[in-house]
């Protein structure tokens, strides 16, 4: 189903070309913020009519004759200097409705225009427990993903895992002396990479990282040997890279579960490191020297792309190569867009990180154009956020100043959550509630995350998250689960709803409240689009915030269950149609649970 916005874009626009004989002058057609002013305005005319140089009352009135929009809205008022307000009428209202409720997708418009979308997210760090950081590129990534796919966009995910550089010499020496001298003990004289027992595990990653390090910080010969140990990784040595193999393998044992856990779409197949385009490196400096762009500045490779300076003005490099031969986070960078951009022929790529690297992908795009290799029609977009804080308004770190950890913060999530579920409903199984807690808990620190504006930073607290008002996923849940015990309800009255809706092909909206719901629900689709358009989730909970606000004036004023006829079927519908909206939001975009019972 076309939006309703688009249809009275392309109706008032060209009537305003008409009128005007302008060949660019957009209606602008926008929701208003004041219902009291109608549903929609047309932004449009006064700036056509200062390009005319006439007066914008007389253009509204003439566009006003010349458009036809009729079917779709009530007689139009002309107000102030020159806007237009539009008001849907109920009949078009109440058949887009009924086209909606018998819509699968809900009216969700699919896109004329499909794009390969690459979105690079999450993108943990090997050996290292994952962490807060990581948590918001996760869920922003994968909210972003769920969107575009939805719109019937071809999305391919990418999980940029930090899985190479020289902190492997180094913990492939620790792993090669702590984990594996037991088995040389076993095996005298035997080469001990040669006895990889499969049945190591990495308990603790964090610590394992910690462990490494110090040990390289202080024993000379141990450095030495990581260092070396790094010169045969890269060499493909096969014995070293079968530990390197074993340590991302039991990094993926940690992070899988909690992709799992927060419901999060990324598998391994979506897996795609730094180690992948460690053999490109050297071609992509050979390439970009090649094009006369990359150039040799105190020994080191560099771009200068134009437009950088430093603090004191002088041009800022794009390093590639170090000048001892090592490449860098960026030269991986570029040999991996290269990639998206030629093998996986990506209209569009889009980072999800915090806005710290925001410089870094600022220069990235601009050697990439300067390489040529996007045309003007691919978009290259940085996504960033902002930091998550603690109560007292500094990065969140766990009481003791270390960071938190993400199955940590999970599990006290959904305990909290199981306080809240006992006390509400304390009538329900014990295994029920359970899985309630679970969803709510999880839910809960999802949603606070895609409720914020991403570019801020914001506060975590569990007790706002957790919260059964406000714009949080209880709230949500909750109003869900309250429209689905309105139809138990009714069924236990002996009322069948699906029998009472079968076959419907008219329905009456006469309460503004209905009205005002069916308004809220036909613009679903719009709130999709403009949510993965600016990559913004938050557009999306704010969207089903204020439809189960909408439901709650709605369910305030009119008995669903106490009408009749023709009344009834009509908000049955409205139930309907807004339960499967929530859930829709919640569940497929958001990737948060909705229990039928709360
Ligand atoms: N591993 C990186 C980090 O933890 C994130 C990777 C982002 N993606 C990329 N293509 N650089 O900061």
Known sequence: MKPVLEILEQRISKALRQTTGLAVCPAIVRPTADGRFGDYQVNGIMPAAKQLKTNPRQLAEKVVAQMNISDICQPVEIAGPGFINLRLKPEFLANALLEIYKDKKL????????QTVVVDYSGPNIA??????????????DCVSRMLECLGHNVIRQNHIGDWGTQFGMLIAYFNHFYLNPSIAAHPGQDHYAVLNDSLRISDLEDFYRKAKELYDKDPEFAEESRRVVVKLHSHDLAIQSHWQHIVD?????????????????TSKDECGESVYADKLPDVVKTLKDKKLAVESVGAICVFPEGFKSKEGEPLPFIVQKSDGAFLYATTDLAAIRFRLQDLHANRVIYVTDARQALHFKMLFAVVKMAGWADESVKLEHVTFGTMLGADGKPFKTRTGGTVKLAELLDEAVERAKAVVDEKNPDLPEQQRQKIAQAVGIGAVKYADYSNNRDSDYIFSFDKMLAMDGNTAPYMQYAYARIRSIERKAEQEGLNIQKELTGICEILLSDPAEQALARQLIQYSQAILNAAADCRPNYLTGYLYELSQAFSRFYNVCPVLQSEGQIRAARLVLCDVTARTIRHGMTELLG???PEQM
């Open 250 to 266: 039991e990094s993926r044992e940690h992070y899988q579960p909690i992709y799992k856990r927060l419901n999060v779409t990324l």
């Open 107 to 114: 009216g969700i418009e699919q896109t004329a225009n499909s």
């Open 128 to 141: 290292k427990q994952m962490h807060v950081g990581h948590l918001r590129s996760t869920i922003i990534g």
């Open 592 to 594: 948060i649970e909705v």
